[in-house]
């Protein structure tokens, strides 16, 4: 019976330490996992006796301290977490001095977002409920933000 108890208690600590290190959440495993130890547990009580479920109680509670003092002091948070660091940026339209009325050509077809070139700036645009085909003559109607907003020149 030892031994079946002693199987449940260490299928559980697996499945514990498994939830926490590599399935996320509270799932199906960390569960079954709760469930075997507690299952582990009742047995010694039920086959064994008071002084065994005991013992066998703060045995389990001793191993679970230990293994989770050591899952979290060990290395695997180190290769599992992301070390870097974003050092991009947003591309902002001050200092372009773009203003309502510049013009400029679409670069792609716009529908409704596409590319326009106005200067040396290929910018992200947004053509409202028009469809502009490439090559086309544009004018920024207005800008809010970082957002364009175009409208096609009638030739």
Do not use: H
């Not at 989770?68 to 870097?84: G, I, N, P, Y």
């Not at 716009?110 to 910018?123: D, H, N, R, S, V």
């Not at 469809?131 to 544009?138: A, E, G, R, V």
Request: hydrophobic fraction near 50%.
């Amino acid at each position: 019976m030892w031994a079946v108890i002693g199987i449940l208690i260490l299928i559980g600590i697996l499945l514990l330490v498994l939830e926490i290190l590599v399935i996320p959440g509270a799932g199906l495993a960390g569960v079954v996992g709760f469930l075997m130890l507690v299952a582990g547990v009742w047995l010694a009580y039920a086959k064994e006796g008071a002084f065994a479920g005991n013992l066998t109680l703060l045995i389990t509670v001793v191993v679970n301290v230990i293994t989770l003092v050591l899952v979290f002091r060990s290395k695997t948070w180190k290769k599992a977490r992301l070390d870097t660091t974003i050092t991009g940026k947003v591309r902002t339209l001050d200092g372009m001095g773009l203003r309502a009325g510049d013009r400029g050509v679409s670069v792609t077809r716009c529908a409704p977002m596409g590319k326009g070139q106005f200067g040396k700036y290929e910018l992200e645009v947004d053509a409202g409920t028009a469809f502009i085909d490439p090559d086309t003559p544009i004018e920024i109607r207005r800008i809010e933000g970082n957002k364009i907003y175009i409208k096609p020149i009638k030739p």
